[in-house]
């Protein structure tokens, strides 16, 4: 079988990351799977909520936001604020990065504070979770080094990197980072959520009004740790480039040239 | 390891079913998972939502709500009602019981009909949301099949019976359907949507701050089918029993001289 | 005249309290009259609402929350929580019950503690307000008697006990506790609250569409002392039977064995 | 006893009606209950809501809303559009209104058309469901006239005059329609909506933490007839009154001159 | 050209000042604009809000609500409590009220208080912001008077009077003050704040559909100029006339009578 | 005087447009005012709203939602979302972008359609209602020309060009385009609105806790018909570029490489 972009079965989409493209923020981060594009930024506030003053948990807090940009859709997707009320969906996606990343940052080591991750997807193609995700880690290790290097933190809360793929089943065949269409058609979709190290943080997979065996299943998760693998090299990358990254007002200079 | 009410790290809770708790709904059931209590219940209106009419999608729709009742934990759960609006957990669950249950349920054998299942927790000890969906199997079977003898169905829209069932790993071993003092202390806690036949449809596995080894994953998934084995074999007798279930009425008598 | 359920015009429904329903409230009882089933549960917290610190009222604090389940009613009844708010007619019989077990709990024996009342209609069919008033003395006298029992309260705070029963006047005659068809179809509806020694607690009487005349009013409220009388025979057995209560495991076998 | 104000026990306050006081409504009057002053407007519109279309109800609709100026009450109230909600005290006003007007006027010759009642209390001295009661049955009246005068009606659909006034027991006396510190320190407080024909239409009387005898509910009775017959008579004159009103503009500049 | 109601280009509509129609408040004034008739409130509260304290901001603080009635438009205006939410012309208008009133007063001199501006239109024929503001300023004025002749104030916050008036292009000529049906035909709407020293506090000016020119903004700007000192005139009047201002019931008295 | 960044008092900052940021829009643009900038995205839906099928309206409809993004300021801006309403100042910008945008785009010419312009804040330091703006004019050029170009309008609805830009009065000089220190200690703060004929659509002028005069309203009203003047020829030119423009993968790529 052949998918529609010629990528093999067990291949990602182009995966970039721009960092440092929210500039008030602490750390920030465009990043692409194929058309999908999220931006991803982390602002850490001192202080935390209100519930963990009270019942004397110490050490910081991590919390996320996900949305979708009125624009990022086919047809126009009203605003929640506009509904007054988030959408069942966004809350539980940002239910699952907050949770990801919590699995990875030491909230001990952190301090009295609390780290916002807020993720706004600018171009849906499928998968805005796993690149909210995976965007994410690397967003958090910039705005953690940034901690650093103004000696505001002694040691970095991140304990490993994290990264999300999807991976599901379309026309009997297990596949790899499903972009919107093969999303729509698949009878399995399914997020795995990894270390580094490959140990799991989470998965979620669903049968389509479908159903599916455990062989499938075995398929799937194959081919999310030949994901994630490569993920993590490329967030390394990101994270490096970040230091020596351009200020974003030469980045719309460039832009505006190229588009000419 | 003996776990702390004795349970073989395979067994699951005693599981009851009571029939017809709420006359006035089609079809209902009080389902316990051992201490965990869950009023299921589902009601056929006629009609669909207006967006199936605008999309002119042929056939009926299926949708879940979840609420836990402020008594049915330690200490009081405010109401939704009270906040203005769900909390992001009770909107995840609920949207996992509306997938499972579609995915048995033929919405074009239903007709233009509109299925209600309302799973609301009289008490909570672990396991809420794999009882709602157990128990909601069982509902909607005894609705389905009173709208057959009434002929307002030629034919049950229920394709095959779903059960759910939690595993997760604790003390470092994989054991099956745990109370709330092990989910609390698990460190990974998963859920598995299956049919009778075995056939996965929708698994939900999460680290709690924690990650997870791909055998852990495989220990928690042969423990989850000998479980929904033992929940299809209970979920047939359970309707089984519905359709000569004595009358709410005599249920409360009778609880009355028992409590003398 | 005969009612189309045979009672005299001055007969009461079939009463009955299960207790202990809601293992984790304090107190809690399945009160039914007639058909009309609600879950009265009483918690008690520590501390008092924010207004009565700023304030500085001595003593504690009691409030309720009535709610109907959506399939309580014959067509499906939309949660409040989904609808962003809770509705004009459940507010003001929320507001009923707090003021009629206000009138009979002295808030400086509780201390400073806050009672939290919840009144879930399990099935609707007419008096729900007057069940659960009358339910929610009866969860109260068990939530304080096992207050008691562990020391934590020196005196019951419960002055008397408060029931609550409505009358109507229904094809020109007045009848007492009447069913969903009586009060639809009722001229005049009138509920009553009364402490033990047939003292007014509070006497709402409402013409639907209609008006009423002193003597229809006074032959209601002769009908309304009778039921009261008779209620508070039946609370005080139920509190006594609440101590030998059986536990709700045991419950739900019996009820499980009795309905095949 | 006398009263702080030196009413006898069963007189009523200064009452006083300005007709037209909003020109943009079918019918207004501001009314005066001593202290307590309500703006009653009334608007006709075409149309009936929704609900009633679906059901195919003939006839018309009458609802009613209530509210409290911020500066109506001795400390600021706050809106309740601040809040986001009405709050319960309002609803349960604004409901006794709307049905206290149902009783008396017959939606069917009302043809398909909406009544909308609006109650703004200006200054709160307590009885403002009262003054608000007897002064929109006024402002129907003089709206009902206007488009009877008009020719949009050919009889009105005021069937007879209601009217509402507050008795309670203050000092173990009964007494006649409270002002603010009455009803604060009254052990008993009652509101009585009658016809012109002395029918009762509503009661509601209840104990403020405390209880009441037959014999002061007979008392209170006696008095809220005493009441309403003289509150008939008023709104009678006020009715002529309106006819030759004078426009508000002469009724600011006559203001204007007085106040200097 | 000539206006409907014959007023010159350069006229205003009759301005009237009705002091202390609300007795609760501190200062209160119902400001009539020809036809257009808000009333305007003023509560002094002591304290800050939160946010004062926590920014540790010295003074007070000053905020304004605007609402219109339901029965002061042609058509009845749903109540924003009712919507669940404040309508965004009312919110941007009650902040231009806000900024208006604190561009004039000194929170310094007013201590830790809080000052609250309540306009609620009661009829409304064009122009209902800028009356609000002219009348808050004068409500103010009167409510700083009574603190300062209770010694709460030792000096008045108020620096200088500010008043509002709107101008416009109507059938190619610049007017001023325009009623509903000159603001509707309008092809520019303008609305100026001035102090009594005819400095500017806030221009507004907008194109309905429509574009205009610099020579037409200097047309209104004379015209607002004439407007605004006429107006601080007639301010300073209703000030004075404020202190031997009749009490409201003997204005309820007289427009009674009057209305025979 | 010399200002902070070494601009003369009349210079705008660098203003830049990256066209096609959000490729599922019909049109969109990332505008840049200096460090300010705003993601401006047209979309295009068939249909109008419901109020004016009602009142059969003809012609189409333009709406505007404008929103600052979480990141866009120094502390992070809590999302409206989470506060469950949109609020005042961006409810009031909103308001004013589609005011501007119907000035220009004759709505008769649309059709039956929706125009939605979202304008989302990627990063403030002032000026960000003036960039939306004159951005969502460019996003509104380019997608009229792509319906063109499709042939689904035969004439573009844009009638001409609209701009907006800043001035202020800030260290007793008129200084025009003022970023975000400049705005906070400016004592006059200004908006013009104009269309590229130098003819006004709105202008805004508002002290800050101060006043100002009739001249320092023309020496900012000349400064920004200079700013108009060159940001139109800058939106002229990006309408150019678009037609040109690179793919947003190129774009990433690009960005990639240069931030290495």
Redesign the interface.
Known sequence: MSRDDGRAPDALR?I??????????SG?V?V?FG?T?V?C?V?V?DGVPHWMKQQQVPGGWLTA?Y?M????????KP????????D??S??I??LIG?AM??VVDLRVLGQRTV?I?C?V???DGGTRTASITGACVACAIAFNKLLATRKLKASPLKKMVAAVSAGVYRNEAILDLCYVEDRDATVD?NFV??E?L?????????E??????AQ?SDM?ALSKKGVKELVELQYQAIR??E???A?????????Q???
Not at 209 to 214: G, M, Y
Not at 248 to 256: F, G, I, R, S, V
Request: proline content about 4%.
């Open positions: 182009k970039t990351f721009v960092p440092n493209i929210a500039p008030h923020a920030s465009l692409s058309a594009q931006i930024a602002m506030e936001e949305s940009l009125p624009y990022s859709t086919l047809s126009r605003r929640d604020s506009s509904r007054g009320r988030i069942g969906r809350s539980e940002q239910r949770r919590r699995a916002w807020d706004d600018l171009q849906a399914a990894m270390t190290a140990e799991f943080v989470e998965i979620q997979s669903s049968g009004e479908a159903t599916f065996s455990e299943m998760l480039d970040a020596g990254a351009a974003p007002d030469q980045l719309a200079d460039l832009a505006k190229f588009s000419k």
